[in-house]
């Protein structure tokens, strides 16, 4: 059973940047795809981005945040990081960490991810 926590939201103004972490027990992150997902109110879960366990560990990004968000992990920390830059109101959302072993198919839906964090709540405004 692998449990994931984060951390690290709060409130930011446009323009400006967040880190958020992902720390893990019970489970090596090296041994899971690491996804990051979002659901604003009243909106679908969506994806964010994920580091795959396989293919060279290569990492995915949705469009809407390719170029702003960077995804990192410390394996001695276990522990994956979501760094935000450049961040606007439409980034405010509740974030989660999640774990899993689906197929590249699955990487970005998240009936891909067995293990999921209670989420931090990240919000943009001025």
């Known amino acids: 059973q692998v449990q994931l926590v984060e951390s690290g939201g709060g409130l930011v103004q446009p323009g400006g940047s967040l880190r958020l972490s992902c720390a893990a027990s019970?489970?090596?992150?090296?041994?899971?795809?690491m996804g990051w997902f979002r659901q604003a109110p009243g909106k679908e879960r969506e994806f964010v981005g994920a580091?795959?366990?396989?293919?060279?560990?290569?990492?995915h990004y949705a469009d809407s945040v390719k170029g702003r968000f960077t995804i990192s992990r410390d394996n001695a920390k276990n522990t994956v990081y979501l760094q935000m830059n450049n961040l606007n109101p439409e980034d405010t959302a509740l974030y989660y960490c999640?774990?899993?072993?689906?197929?590249?198919?699955?990487?970005?839906?998240?009936?891909?991810?067995?293990?999921w964090g209670q989420g931090t709540q990240v919000t943009v405004s001025s």
């Open positions: 999640a774990a899993g072993r689906s197929l590249l198919s699955q990487l970005r839906t998240p009936t891909g991810y067995k293990y």
């Open positions: 019970g489970g090596a992150v090296t041994q899971y795809n």
């Open positions: 580091v795959r366990r396989l293919g060279g560990n290569t990492y």
